[in-house]
């Protein structure tokens, strides 16, 4: 089956700090990658929707300066959270899906933030 | 603005019990539903899809039914065990561009 990994898991940063997410698609083209947040026994929420070689939609309310997301290429997209503050620890899910809107996305196993 | 509801937010049942977990949505104009699985500091493993034009699925001991003109679906957990053990998310897809609208989830626990 279609496989999306995310690296780092976890990660820890004091802040004021940038961390760089990155979601990949390890054996299927991925045309477009979705992220979400999850916070503590909530659902997850969709941040913004990015398309291979354009820029991502963001959802509303969501600061496009501070998630910088990038998808440069059919298997990889990032996530940037700039100058990362205590409240945007949380659970970031990336989900990748093979091209039509209606295609099926497959999840990553996510990665889990702590800004110190 | 699509809005998905599971409730209760838990349960505990003793292993081997049949349950159901329900799910429901405002807007009856979905293109799919979707059941997940999350353990505890996991991502989403999908169970079930629903296509709006379907009723049910079925896979193993889990089956899911979909009345869109409701707004609810069900998950169905057969014979349940303590493997079950998990947060079990619903999702619907609407609009353009493969949006998912999750609901919180249900975090079952069933008890050797």
């Known amino acids: 089956g279609a496989v999306v990994s995310q690296h780092p898991s976890w990660v820890i940063c004091k802040s004021g700090t940038s961390v760089k997410i990155e979601c990949r698609s390890l054996?299927?083209?991925?045309?477009?990658m979705f992220w979400y947040r999850q916070f503590p026994k909530q659902s997850l929420m969709l941040m913004a929707t990015?398309?291979?070689?354009?820029?991502?939609?963001?959802e509303q309310g969501v600061e496009k300066d501070k998630f910088l997301i990038n998808h440069a290429s059919l298997t990889l997209s990032t996530l940037t959270v700039t100058s990362a503050h205590p409240e945007d620890s949380s659970f970031y899910i990336c989900?990748?899906?093979?091209?039509?809107?209606?295609?099926?996305?497959?999840f990553g196993p996510g990665t889990r933030l702590t800004v110190l | 603005k699509q809005e998905v509801t599971q409730i209760p937010a838990a349960l505990s049942v003793p292993e081997g019990e049949n349950l159901v977990l329900n799910c429901s949505f405002t807007?009856?104009?979905?293109?799919?539903l979707q059941w997940f699985r999350q353990d505890p500091g996991k991502g989403l493993t999908s169970l079930l899809l629903?296509?709006?034009?379907?009723r049910e699925q079925t896979s193993g001991r889990l089956n899911a039914s979909l009345d869109k003109s409701s707004g609810r679906s069900t998950l169905y957990i057969a014979a349940s065990q303590p493997g079950d053990s998990a947060t079990y998310l619903c999702a619907v897809e609407t609009g353009a561009n493969s949006k998912l609208t999750f609901g919180k989830g249900i975090t079952l626990s069933v008890r050797p």
């Open positions: 989900s990748a899906s093979a091209g039509a809107s209606t295609d099926t996305q497959y």
């Open positions: 629903i296509q709006s034009s379907q």
């Open positions: 807007d009856s104009a979905i293109y799919n």
């Open positions: 054996d299927f083209q991925a045309t477009t």
């Open positions: 990015s398309n291979e070689g354009s820029k991502a939609t963001y």
